[in-house]
């Protein structure tokens, strides 16, 4: 193993080596398949043109590790799997992918001359002398030689991830993939191209009759579209997105969760939760009065707490991306917020303000959100707290707050209109003036 940079970041790479001043990928071959292989090591040369050493090295690994694992007869190897063993089977033989019948270059034993072979001819003698029994690596490794092997469901994902720009987002990743991952379950792992219509109305069949929500299908369905049709794009396939235009039953018809909390709940809920006053509490009271998003508010560190200016920071860190460009922002605190969130600093130790649930690698919204809608939903059973934003957009309704200066309060996109992204937005002082008047009844009863 080597360590290598890639970026900004070392990395340690397997297989990465310097022969005569010039970089290769070299790998073991193990001792029972060195017979068959022909060689006791891999050793490929690196180029530039093909991309940062490190990933060169990693997929050769990958290959050869497939392909040794495959003439193991390993019954648990995936397409993907024996896709990258059919190549490496290829590489090992000095041909590529679409040789077919092409004649090329195969040095004789004295190593004087070389005469002209066909491709086919050339893996048929290899897998024959050493007794290499027909699988799906030889058949994969065959119909590569005529036609280059179709991109399959699991090998999209890394191009969406590649060409995205929150592919590097540890969250990112996961989030996507366990919507991809349920696809791939469902469908199993089939070339891109093989995708039908039925499959995406299938699929979305089966996902409400596993009793999933309608909103949370659409949702699932919005990315698994989005990574299709990056990939159909870079991957220059040409072909339809068969999830484009999927519709969803009441999708945005459930509404129970959406229904904003009236102002007798929110009183009621602020109320209960100062009678406990714990840093979960805290989270509610906060949440209740400025309308953020659980995430931003758990994700929240002592440097985004201004007391002096009585106000938070909303802004992105490792452990917390946020939703969009327009979710960071200052919010002014009101008097509710501010003493809750005043009163956590005060007492808690480490850099985040909720350290139960916000480190530097992470920000669990989810616990957070599991916890306080159980404790929230023993006083308004029917809402959410989520449903905080919403009465947040009503509130400032109700006192005809601007449209623009509304949505810069809350941190709602308004990429329909790409000027509200120019200067340095709204002072707090006029945040405050307008949260103030939201809010005003609310807090005076309080």
């Not at 990258?84 to 190593?111: F, K, N, R």
Request: charged share 25%.
């Amino acid at each position: 193993m080597t360590k290598l940079n890639l970026g900004s970041i070392t990395v340690i790479v397997n297989g990465y080596t310097i022969n005569n001043g010039l970089p290769y990928f070299q790998k073991a071959v193990p001792a029972a398949l060195r017979s068959r292989i022909g060689k006791a090591t891999i050793k490929i040369r690196l180029h530039e043109r093909n991309g940062n050493y490190a990933i060169q090295c990693h997929r050769l690994n990958n290959q050869y590790s497939a392909l040794f694992r495959a003439m193991w007869d390993d019954q648990s190897i995936v397409p993907s799997e024996a896709k990258l063993a059919a190549v490496a089977m290829l590489d090992t033989l000095g041909l590529s992918a679409g040789d077919g019948l092409t004649e090329v270059h195969v040095p004789l034993d004295d190593g004087r001359i070389d005469v002209m072979t066909p491709a086919h001819d050339i893996l048929m003698d290899f897998l024959m002398d050493r007794e290499i029994k027909p699988s799906v690596v030889t058949r994969a490794a065959h119909s590569l030689l005529n036609n280059k092997l179709p991109v399959l469901l699991s090998e999209a994902f890394s191009v969406y991830l590649g060409n995205h720009s929150k592919g590097q987002d540890k969250k990112f990743q996961e989030a996507q993939k366990q919507h991809w991952d349920k696809l791939i379950n469902f469908v199993g792992d089939k070339p891109i191209k093989a995708l039908t219509r039925a499959d995406a109305r299938m699929y979305r069949d089966h996902r409400l009759a596993s009793g999933v929500a309608s909103t949370t299908v659409a949702r699932e369905i919005n990315a698994i579209k989005a990574i299709l049709t990056k990939a159909i794009r870079e991957l220059s396939l040409g072909i339809p997105n068969e999830f484009a235009g999927i519709e969803i039953p009441k999708a945005n018809k459930n509404v129970k969760d959406r229904e904003p909390y009236t102002t007798d709940e929110i009183r009621l809920i602020a109320s209960e939760a100062l009678k406990v006053n714990d840093e979960q509490r805290r989270i509610v009271i906060a949440l209740a009065f400025t309308g953020a998003r659980l995430a931003e508010m758990v994700g929240l560190r002592k440097q985004d707490l201004d007391l002096k200016k009585r106000s938070i920071y909303i802004r992105p860190h490792d452990g917390r991306s946020l939703k969009n460009e327009q979710s960071s922002r200052e919010i002014p605190l009101l008097p509710m917020a501010y003493e809750a969130l005043k009163a956590q600093a005060q007492i808690v130790q480490g850099d985040f303000l909720f350290p139960r649930y916000a480190t530097f690698d992470s920000c669990n919204a989810n616990s957070a959100s599991a916890a306080l809608k159980k404790w929230a939903k023993k006083f308004v059973p029917k809402k959410t707290l989520h449903c905080f934003r919403h009465s947040l957009r009503d509130l400032l309704r109700a006192v005809m707050c601007p449209e623009a200066l509304a949505k810069e309060i809350g941190g709602w996109s308004s990429s329909h209109d790409v000027s509200v992204q120019y200067g340095q937005g709204y002072p707090l002082d006029l945040k405050l003036e307008w949260l103030s008047k939201a809010y005003a009844r609310l807090e005076n009863q309080m």
